[in-house]
Nanobody, 124 residues
Framework: QLQLVESGGGLVQPGGSLRLSCAASGLPLNAYVIGWFRQAPGKEREGVSCISSSGGRTNYADFVKGRFTISRDNAKNTVYLQMNSLTPEDTAVYYC?????????????????WGQGTQVTVSS
């Protein structure tokens, strides 16, 4: 069974950067589409980005386009989310999720396997 573990979160000042990692175990990650999602206090979980199993296709939510970059290293069984120009509105718990079929969707209902999340706090 595929298991996902997020890491890389922390406290960063506005305008700063973080790189999140989603490490897989149990099964080869190269069979899965991976999405990044986030949930801020009092809000629903929302999609941030997704990447196809090969890494050749990606999709981003409008609110992160130009600031965040998703990538993957299947040899390391890891997907990354590089986050630049962070603002306090990016503060949330960030989760990665896995699904089989790539559709470009960053709707959480399309993803069936989840990690435990990593906290990102953007504050001065």
């Amino acid at each position: 069974q595929l298991q996902l573990v997020e890491s890389g979160g922390g406290l960063v000042q506005p305008g700063g950067s973080l790189r999140l990692s989603c490490a897989a175990s149990g099964l080869p990650l190269n069979a899965y589409v991976i999405g990044w999602f986030r949930q801020a206090p009092g809000k629903e979980r929302e999609g941030v980005s997704c990447i196809s199993s090969s890494g050749g296709r990606t999709n981003y939510a409008d609110f992160v386009k130009g600031r965040f970059t998703i990538s993957r290293d299947n040899a390391k069984n890891t997907v990354y989310l590089q986050m630049n120009s962070l603002t306090p509105e990016d503060t949330a718990v960030y989760y990665c999720g896995a699904t089989i079929l790539y559709s470009g969707s960053i709707d959480q209902r399309a993803y069936g396997i989840w990690g435990q999340g990593t906290q990102v706090t953007v504050s001065s």
